[in-house]
């Protein structure tokens, strides 16, 4: 099956500055990778996400980039601020479901 | 609350007893999931429902047991042979089988006694 590492466990960043987050999966048939937030005491939201025939996508201060040959991709925070700390779980198809990383918690330091 | 609720937001389970959490959605989404987290491990599958009366085995499904009898609904039930389980348990459904664009409940924090 499917298996998503993500890395760092823990970032902190000072305000204004940018957090890049990284994952690498295991099937190389998976087509999928979304990226959820998970504040603190709330539910998990879809932020970004990016299929497998594209390269890189961004959306405001966020941007995923995937590199399918080494089966890894990032998420991009440009310009962080405070309601950006949370912790950021990525993900990959496979099997028709979703495997998730163990999450990165950022913080954003004013 | 977003279209799927969970509930209750707390649950305490005594030692041998059987708990069922609820999750209902009104997105008339045709597949639903149940996932475990637990503190440095992200999320587990436990099982997920691609349509009503049918459903599959996540991950970590064994101890739990779930159905799927209404489109809007599926109940998780924690059973006592579910050793370890003090956990934080998120209901999610999509709008199809493909699991993408996963829209998840508020959680449910189950406590043992």
């Known amino acids: 099956g499917e298996n998503v590492e993500q890395h760092p466990s823990t970032l902190s960043v000072q305000e204004g500055d940018s957090a890049v987050i990284k994952c690498t999966y295991s099937?190389?048939?998976?087509?999928?990778f979304p990226w959820y937030k998970q504040e603190l005491g709330k539910r998990p939201q879809l932020i970004i996400d990016?299929?497998?025939?594209?390269g890189e996508k961004k959306d405001q201060r966020i941007a995923v980039t995937l590199n399918k040959t080494a089966k890894h991709f990032s998420l991009h925070i440009t310009e962080t601020q405070p309601e950006d700390s949370a912790v950021y779980f990525c993900?990959?198809?496979?099997?028709?479901?979703?495997?998730f990383g163990t999450g990165t918690r950022l913080t954003v330091i004013p | 609350d977003g279209g799927i609720t969970q509930s209750p937001k707390y649950l305490f389970r005594k030692e041998g007893q059987n708990v069922t959490l609820s999750c209902e959605q009104n997105?008339?989404?045709?597949?639903m999931y149940w996932y475990r987290q637990d503190p440095g491990q992200g999320l587990r599958l436990i099982y997920y429902?691609?349509?009503?009366?049918?459903?599959q085995k996540g991950d970590i499904a064994e101890g739990y047991s779930v159905s799927r009898e209404k489109k809007e609904s599926f109940p998780l039930t924690v059973t006592s042979a579910q050793k370890n389980p003090t956990a934080f348990y998120l209901c999610?459904?999509?709008?199809?089988?493909?699991?993408?664009?996963?829209?998840f409940g508020s959680g449910t924090q189950l406590s043992v006694l």
């Open positions: 429902s691609q349509i009503v009366n049918d459903f």
């Open positions: 997105l008339n989404h045709d597949a």
């Open positions: 099937d190389s048939a998976s087509n999928y």
């Open positions: 993900a990959a198809t496979g099997a028709n479901n979703l495997f």
């Open positions: 999610a459904s999509s709008m199809d089988r493909s699991s993408e664009k996963l829209f």
């Open positions: 990016i299929r497998s025939n594209v």
